[in-house]
């Protein structure tokens, strides 16, 4: 059974368009995050919720906007995308305690290509 | 904010040989450091972690040390394999009591060969 699974894997989209992925855990954890891997590997933190609360924004355009409906998904919705949106994105999930970090666990990643 | 400095990008051993890996931070508040393997095609997994009131930690064939004065941390891996092929990343914990986060180094990529 699959911890954090993301949809879709593979997105193919042209500029300009409007598109989502959708993140879920079934691990019972607090606190959710979207990352975002470039052709470099770098991983870069995009978002953090914590029980539906917005916590961490890492001066993302606005173009992107999350939406966590519960405390077990948090979704990405991208807005007229740019061809530098195209990345590997990573939805992850934590159970941390006040102010302690813990182990992140990742979903598999959604690839998107804008073309 | 939080700075993590990865060296080196690329590493190639031969199979049996030892492995280093090793980062820096910038905040003197992280007190968290985990490492994880990213396989091709794959999200990055957990391999070993330490906190910052701990020096040292082994788990098996991986170890991981930390220095809190120099704001650096290693990590060891012994009698590598082949399937430890990988891009291994170390990160560094940011965030307060409404929530925390990992700022990742750049990662390095390992070649294993047999």
Same mark, same amino acid.
């Given at each position: 059974?699959?911890?954090?699974?993301?949809?879709?894997?593979?997105?193919?989209?042209?500029?300009?368009?409007?598109?989502?992925?959708?993140?879920?855990?079934?691990?019972g954890?607090?606190?959710?995050?979207?990352?975002?891997?470039?052709?470099?590997?770098?991983?870069?933190?995009?978002?953090?919720?914590?029980n539906?609360?917005?916590?961490?924004?890492?001066?993302?355009?606005?173009?992107?906007?999350?939406?966590?409906?519960?405390?077990?998904?948090?979704?990405?919705?991208i807005?007229?995308?740019?061809?530098?949106?195209?990345?590997?994105?990573?939805?992850?999930?934590?159970?941390?305690?006040?102010?302690v970090?813990?182990?992140?666990?990742?979903?598999?990643g959604?690839?998107?290509?804008?073309l | 904010g939080?700075?993590?400095?990865?060296?080196?990008?690329t590493?190639?051993?031969?199979?049996g040989?030892?492995?280093?890996?090793?980062? @820096?931070y910038?905040?003197?508040?992280?007190? #968290?450091f985990?490492?994880?393997?990213?396989?091709l095609?794959? *999200?990055?997994? %957990? &391999?070993?972690?330490?906190?910052?009131?701990?020096?040292?930690?082994?788990?098996q064939?991986?170890?991981?040390?930390?220095?809190?004065?120099a704001?650096?941390?290693?990590?060891?891996?012994?009698? @590598?394999?082949p399937?430890?092929?990988?891009? #291994?990343?170390?990160?560094?914990s940011?965030?307060?009591?409404? *929530?925390?986060? %990992? &700022?990742f180094?750049?990662?390095?990529?390992?070649?294993?060969?047999?």
């Amino acid at each position: 059974d699959t911890a954090v699974s993301q949809t879709p894997k593979y997105l193919v989209t042209q500029m300009g368009n409007d598109k989502s992925i959708k993140c879920e855990q079934n691990l019972g954890h607090d606190t959710m995050y979207w990352y975002k891997q470039d052709s470099k590997k770098f991983l870069k933190i995009m978002f953090s919720y914590n029980n539906k609360e917005l916590i961490i924004n890492e001066t993302v355009p606005n173009r992107f906007s999350p939406k966590s409906p519960d405390k077990a998904h948090l979704n990405l919705h991208i807005n007229s995308l740019e061809l530098g949106d195209s990345a590997v994105y990573f939805c992850a999930s934590s159970q941390v305690g006040r102010g302690v970090a813990g182990e992140l666990f990742f979903g598999e990643g959604s690839r998107l290509t804008v073309l | 904010g939080e700075n993590v400095e990865q060296h080196p990008s690329t590493l190639s051993v031969q199979e049996g040989d030892s492995a280093v890996i090793k980062c @820096t931070y910038s905040d003197s508040a992280s007190n #968290y450091f985990p490492w994880y393997k990213q396989e091709l095609g794959k *999200g990055p997994q %957990l &391999i070993i972690d330490i906190r910052s009131n701990v020096g040292e930690k082994k788990d098996q064939r991986i170890a991981v040390t930390l220095n809190k004065t120099a704001k650096h941390f290693s990590l060891h891996i012994t009698e @590598t394999q082949p399937e430890d092929s990988a891009v #291994y990343f170390c990160a560094a914990s940011i965030g307060n009591q409404a *929530g925390t986060a %990992l &700022i990742f180094g750049k990662g390095t990529t390992l070649s294993v060969s047999s």
